[in-house]
């Protein structure tokens, strides 16, 4: 219906006074959604109380309260109800066609700032408030609240990873090599969503979480037989192959059960569950092939460069410690 009818989507604007019938707030009222049509290209049109009063008066607006107040008596009930409440609460529909719907969320949340910010180098007359009101602005602004900050709770994350895994191995190597392969999925699964137009939902939102809940599973048991492979054989080449052959097809096991459990959201009809059925699919696919190529390779070239990051960890502790008794 959208697309035959040119769409439905509106943000209100709700203009509060101790009398909205006052003829310098329909004025201000009138003027303001002039200028908005005038200059934001999103909105297609507008209504309001007093563009009906306008219409009503052959296309003039009355200087008088009291024609303004039978003009307004004279409308349908069922137009009047809608844009007025009593005579201090009224509303001024702005039209954006399909602009929410197409814009998104990130897009629609700029478009009210905007508008807030029309708002504020236009002022309504002294003692009028206004603010936006309506379902579109209720949606944005949650979801912009459920999505916001997906950047830092990831790197949140993959610090929390790291922290833990220092503290349990006590190796800067073995701490860094399940966190690396993350961000390449993280990238991965950016530039995936990027080019296929996904948009972050409160769901696709905890992405980033995620990837680091079940990619940084695998990195973590492939790399734990590794070095059980390791103390056995003492070449990493050979120990790296030996536990890719002995873990792969577990990893694989798993790694599918998952897909295909999660698959299962994709037949959803519901937007938000399909989409996220099917980038936690794609999430999970990248992090098992993040296991076993960039994974690998990492934990081989770490691995052969250990004594190097040792001597560096150490150079930097006794740099320090030449350093503190000079500060002192």
């Known amino acids: 219906m959208s697309e035959t009818f040119g769409g439905t989507d509106s943000i209100q604007l709700l203009v509060q006074a101790d009398d909205v019938t006052d003829p ?27 563009s009906l009063t306008k219409e009503a008066n052959q296309g003039t607006l009355p200087t008088d309260r009291t024609i303004i107040r039978t ?10 109800d809608i844009y007025l409440d009593g005579h201090n609460t009224a509303i001024i529909d702005l039209n954006v066609g399909q602009t929410i719907t197409n814009l998104g969320t990130e897009g ?12 504020a180098w236009n002022p309504p007359p002294a003692g ?25 709770m990831t790197l949140f994350g993959l610090l929390l990873i790291f922290i833990v895994l220092l503290a349990i191995y006590r190796d800067l190597i073995k701490a860094l090599l399940p966190v690396l392969p993350m961000l390449v999925v993280i990238g991965w699964m950016g530039g995936v969503m990027y080019i296929s137009g996904m948009k972050y939902t409160p769901l696709t939102a905890c992405l980033g979480a995620l990837i680091l ?31 890719t052959r002995a873990i792969g097809s577990a990893l694989i096991a798993s790694g599918l059960t998952t897909i295909f459990g999660f698959a299962a959201l994709i037949s959803s009809p519901f937007l938000i569950t399909n989409n996220f059925g099917m ?9 098992l092939a993040t296991t076993f190529t960039v994974f690998v390779v ?11 990051v040792k001597n560096a960890i150490a150079g930097i502790f006794k740099a320090f410690r030449l350093i503190r008794p000079e500060e002192s």
């Open 108 to 119: 629609s949340d700029r478009l009210m700032k905007e508008i807030d910010k029309d708002i």
């Open 24 to 50: 310098r707030v329909l004025e201000w009222m009138e003027e303001f959604s002039i200028y908005l049509k005038g200059s934001r290209d999103q909105i297609l049109g507008y209504t309001s109380i007093a």
């Open 298 to 308: 990492l934990i081989y070239r770490m691995e052969l460069r250990r004594e190097l």
């Open 128 to 152: 009028v408030s206004v603010r936006m009101t309506g379902d579109a602005v209720v949606m944005t602004t949650v979801i912009t609240a459920l999505t916001k900050g997906r950047t830092e």
């Open 71 to 80: 003009l307004i008596e004279a409308l349908p009930a069922n137009w009047r």
């Open 213 to 243: 809940g079940v990619g940084s599973e695998y990195a973590i048991l492939m790399m734990e037989r590794f070095y059980e492979e390791l103390e056995k054989i003492g070449e990493p080449r050979k120990a790296l192959s030996t536990a």
């Open 279 to 287: 980038v936690t699919v794609l999430a999970i696919v990248f992090a």
